[in-house]
């Protein structure tokens, strides 16, 4: 998903903003390759879902000749995909590490403030990544909170 949102940033002259977005894709491929020899072998359905959505949205790119419609697919298969992360942290907060995307959260912001053009091609994934990465650390915070509540008062 990175590296489409990457090449529609480049059309549209992103310039330094879409550095993390490459960065990111760079890392993700070497995470696939790795995966390939060492990681899960069990695909679920979501994972089928997240490719053919990448795949639609590369296509309409082609056809329509608009980057803004594979980003925006591209945005929202990663939201998708973020789920089951959010259901799991939800149930057990403490075995995320919130700081990871709180430096998520900063990193994204920088990167839109280095947009050499500001536009919806170009700011649409980032500002994505900002609020569901926020989202995620406000609601793992709290969860924590509520349940450090709940153990002390059960131990009262």
């Known amino acids: 998903m990175q590296g489409v949102t990457y090449v529609a940033q480049i059309s549209r002259d992103a310039g330094a903003g879409s550095w993390l977005i490459a960065f990111g894709t760079i890392m993700c491929s070497v995470v ?3 995966s390939l020899f060492r990681g899960e072998k069990g695909i679920v359905r979501l994972d089928v879902y997240s490719l053919v959505l990448a795949l639609i949205g590369i296509a309409l790119w082609i056809i329509t ?4 419609t594979a ?4 945005a929202a298969v990663d939201v998708l995909g ?11 907060p403490f075995e995320e590490t919130t700081s990871n995307y709180m430096i998520a959260v900063v990193s994204y912001s920088l ?3 280095a947009l050499q053009s500001v536009n919806a091609v170009t700011i649409t994934f980032p500002l994505t990544l900002v609020i569901i990465d926020a989202l995620f650390v406000a609601m793992a915070l709290v969860r924590r909170k509520q349940l450090n509540k709940k153990t002390m008062k059960s131990t009262l």
């Open 111 to 113: 990167s839109i403030f």
């Open 71 to 74: 980003v925006v697919l591209a």
């Open 32 to 34: 696939f390759v790795m």
């Open 65 to 68: 000749s608009n980057p803004l």
């Open 82 to 92: 973020f789920i089951p992360t959010f259901r799991k942290a939800y149930s057990k």
